[in-house]
C-alpha cells in the first residue's frame, strides 16, 4: 500500500524574529499591565525576565512532545485503519483498493481511514457508539443540573 511518509520534525532553533519576540516578552508584558491596571501596576509583581537558555529548553521540549504525540496518532490511526481493512469482506478490500490506487492527493492514514470508513460501514458503527455515549453524558449532565437545582431553594 503506498503511503506519505511523515517527515522527521526539525529540533527548535531560534530565527532573529523569534528571538527578538522572546526578549521583547517581559517588557510587552508590562505594558499590557499598566495599561489593563494604570493604577495597580505598581503593587504588582513585575514579569519575570528572559532567560534565554531557559525558553529555548522550554520550547524544544515542547517540540518534541508534539512530535512524539502526533506521530503516535498516526501511527495508531494507520493501525486502526489497517485492523479495519483486513476484518472487511473481499469484496469491500476490492473497492478500498480501487479507491486507493485512484486517488492522486496525499495518501496520509485520514484518508486511508475515510476510505475504509467509507466502504465497511465502521464510520457509522462508530457515530453510534459516539452518538450513545453523548446520550449518556447529557442525561448525566441533565441528572446534575436538576441536583443543583434542588439545592438552591
Known amino acids: ?32 499591565v499598566e495599561e489593563q491596571f494604570p493604577l495597580l501596576a505598581a503593587l504588582l509583581p513585575p514579569p519575570p ?58 495518501t496520509t492514514a485520514s484518508y486511508l481511514r475515510y476510505v475504509v470508513d467509507l466502504h465497511t460501514g465502521v464510520y457509522e458503527a462508530r457515530s453510534v457508539l459516539f452518538r450513545q455515549r453523548e446520550e449518556r453524558s447529557r442525561i448525566e449532565l441533565l441528572k446534575r443540573l436538576r441536583a443543583q437545582a434542588t439545592l438552591e431553594l
Open 49 to 106: 525576565s528572559f532567560d534565554e537558555e531557559g525558553e529555548l529548553t522550554r520550547r524544544r521540549e515542547r517540540n518534541r512532545k508534539t512530535e512524539i504525540d502526533q506521530r503516535a496518532r498516526l501511527a495508531r490511526l494507520w493501525r486502526d485503519c489497517r485492523r479495519d481493512f483486513f476484518a472487511a469482506t473481499e469484496e469491500q478490500k476490492e473497492l478500498i483498493w480501487k479507491a486507493w490506487a485512484e486517488w492522486r492527493g496525499p
Open 1 to 32: 500500500m503506498r503511503f506519505t511518509r511523515y517527515a522527521r520534525y526539525e529540533d527548535f532553533d531560534w530565527t532573529p524574529r523569534k528571538l527578538a519576540m522572546a526578549r521583547s516578552k517581559p517588557q510587552r508584558l508590562k505594558k499590557k
